[in-house]
């Protein structure tokens, strides 16, 4: 019986209609990021696939500069959408703080961020001050008009004139009309480059490619029980000193060469994430390398002691034809098979 490679107590079943325990189709690199139907594993239950979708993914994919790629080659996640950038902004003309919202499809968006400043003037009374776009301040004075009803309060213009109405608010109003704006010298309003988030992030990717690749054996043994625990929460779970590798914004060269990385591959913001082939004495290695190194992190790091299946060169056991990664083009969602054979025949370049 397979069992789900994130939650290996649960047996996975082929029930329909689904349930928890249902197989469900779950993209290796994440849908969100241009994962592939070509790269993906059945061997995950519903539930493990929609909470770590949740905990995982969603967070992973909003991350910097992630989100910049995904706004530029316009990735649809699962919901169909693609987020849009948001700035911090001021008002070039009085200072007013502001959101800039960049959309996927052009619109650029200023919108100014809604104020409320309350004083205090004597015992009961205070001065009230709103700003922010007409919308967002006509919601703010109806829901105050409407508990001033419920409380038996007045309001009162500055000149003491009462204020009951909408409209003897509204001639309150001082229009002011915004239509310049500075970023602020702050990251959009995206997550930081969080090394928690990232680290969950590749570890899943991985889990799937080692999966994949070397099969239940190394899923369900020690390497992959140790990359599972990275998928925790708690980072006192993640086994730190058992798993050792690298993190650049470069991969080293012979890296490149053998996985067949090229500067096409960075013009198509290509993903690559393979297992290099180990000898007697390395262990294998996990290459995970996400839009072409454009500006993202790349990994490299081991997933376990040398296994004998997987020798090269000067192995004749295993099918030339085998995949050990795969490269995949995000903007069309195709996946080309990383083989040992192409692997070989790089390794003398």
């Known amino acids: ?83 849009p950038v948001v700035f911090d902004a001021v008002a070039t003309k009085n200072g007013t703080p502001a959101e800039v919202t960049f959309h996927a499809d052009g619109r650029v968006e200023f919108v100014p961020k809604l104020r409320v400043d ?29 508990k001033a009803e419920r409380t038996g309060k007045k309001f009162h213009a500055i000149t003491g004139e009462p204020l009951g109405s909408a409209a003897d608010f509204e001639a309150q109003y001082e229009m002011v009309e915004l239509d310049q704006f500075k970023l602020l010298d702050v990251l959009p309003r995206f997550p930081e480059f969080n090394q928690k988030v990232w680290a969950r992030g590749i570890m899943k990717i991985a889990l799937g490619v080692g999966h994949k690749v070397l099969g239940p054996e190394w899923t369900f043994g020690e390497w992959g029980g140790l990359l599972r625990r990275c998928l925790s929460d708690d980072e006192s ?16 060269g012979q890296i490149s060469t053998i996985l067949g990385m090229t500067p096409a591959s960075t013009d198509n913001y290509e993903h690559v994430v393979a297992i ?69 025949a790089r390794t003398s370049l």
């Open 118 to 146: 309350r004083n205090p003037i004597v015992a009961g009374a205070e001065k009230l001050s709103l700003g922010g776009g007409r919308v967002d301040v006509e919601r703010v004075l109806k829901g105050m008009r409407e």
């Open 1 to 83: 019986m397979a069992h789900c490679i994130y939650v290996p107590e649960r047996e996975l079943n082929e029930d329909s209609p689904p349930n928890e325990r249902t197989r469900s189709v779950e993209h290796i690199v994440p849908w969100a990021l241009g994962g592939s139907n070509g790269c993906a594993t059945n061997d995950v239950s519903t539930k493990a696939n929609n909470d770590l979708g949740s905990e995982i993914d969603a967070p992973f994919s909003n991350l910097l500069p992630i989100a910049f790629h995904r706004h530029a080659l316009k990735l649809e996640g699962q919901s169909g959408a693609i987020p």
């Open 237 to 252: 779970q993640w086994p730190k000193r058992q798993l050792r590798g690298r993190l650049s914004c470069k991969l080293p």
């Open 276 to 344: 290099l082939p180990a000898d007697n004495l390395k262990p294998l290695m996990m290459v995970v390398s996400l839009f072409g190194a454009r500006s993202v992190p790349q990994a490299v790091f081991g997933i376990g002691p040398p296994v004998a299946a997987l020798r090269v060169p000067g192995n004749d056991t295993l099918p030339a034809r085998l995949p050990l990664g795969w490269r995949i083009r995000p903007s069309i969602r195709t996946a080309e098979p990383i083989t040992v054979e192409e692997m070989v």
